[in-house]
């Protein structure tokens, strides 16, 4: 897990307030996936992206959440507004290509007061 | 709509014993087929794969078998350490035409190695 950097790896927010979720992918890997774990659940997909695309959001709450993948910098899971529902584990992924494996990050454990 | 399901919560085996862990899909299209392991506090780790062409993929102590007719694939450990200690995902690209980009889970399956 140590090639996809996530971070910070635990985040408090209150109910109201921004969080910004940052994921370096491993290096050389330039496709990165967001995940979301709820307590005694699978991960759920959220969004693929390639720099500076987003190539499928599918898995994205329609408000309130927004990914970008910039050309340099890490990409950054943004959710707005945070609920209590958002409390979660969010994972970041990343691959060389869409025929690779996925590698994960360690993940960031939001927690909304 | 679960695809992926993993219908044993947990799991506990004696260490040196073989480990099974099993998986069913409901989506016939589905082609490919990844094994995650997870400690507490740590993101997934990729643990081995298996394509629709296949029946059968070993990685040392680790062997995937896939059933297509049934559905269903499992994941054998053999011999079971204290290590393997864990939570294991099986996961499947929800659109295969397009690569395995996005990835869907099953609820996971919490193995205990008991020395």
């Known amino acids: 897990n140590a090639g996809v950097m996530q971070n910070p790896r635990h985040l408090v927010r209150r109910r109201g307030q921004e969080a910004r979720l940052r994921c370096s992918p491993m290096?050389?890997?330039?496709?990165v996936y967001w995940y979301r774990q709820l307590p005694e659940e699978g991960l759920k997909f959220m969004v693929y992206?390639?720099?500076?695309?987003?190539?499928?959001e599918s898995g994205m709450p329609k408000e309130r959440f927004s990914a970008e993948f910039p050309k340099e910098g890490p990409s950054i899971l943004r959710i707005q507004q945070v609920v209590r529902g958002d409390s979660a584990a969010y994972f970041c992924?990343?691959?060389?290509?869409?025929?690779?494996?996925?590698?994960f990050g360690d993940g960031t454990r939001l927690s909304i007061l | 709509d679960q695809q992926v399901k993993q219908n044993s919560p947990s799991l506990s085996v004696q260490e040196g014993r073989i480990s099974i862990l099993n998986c069913d899909y409901t989506?016939?299209?589905?082609?490919?087929f990844l094994w995650y392991k997870k400690y507490p506090a740590e993101g997934p780790t990729f643990l081995i794969s298996?394509?629709?062409?296949?029946d059968k993929n070993e990685d040392g102590r680790f062997t995937v078998f896939l059933n297509k007719s049934a559905k269903h694939l499992s994941l054998h450990i053999v011999p079971s350490q204290p290590g393997d200690s864990a939570v294991y995902f099986c996961?499947?690209?929800?659109?295969?035409?397009?690569?395995?980009?996005?990835?869907?889970f099953g609820t996971g399956t919490r193995l205990t190695i008991i020395p």
């Open positions: 992924a990343s691959s060389a290509s869409t025929s690779q494996p996925q590698h």
């Open positions: 290096k050389g890997h330039s496709h």
């Open positions: 992206l390639q720099k500076e695309n987003i190539i499928d």
């Open positions: 989506n016939s299209m589905f082609d490919y």
């Open positions: 298996i394509s629709s062409i296949k």
């Open positions: 996961a499947a690209p929800q659109d295969p035409n397009f690569g395995n980009e996005k990835l869907t």
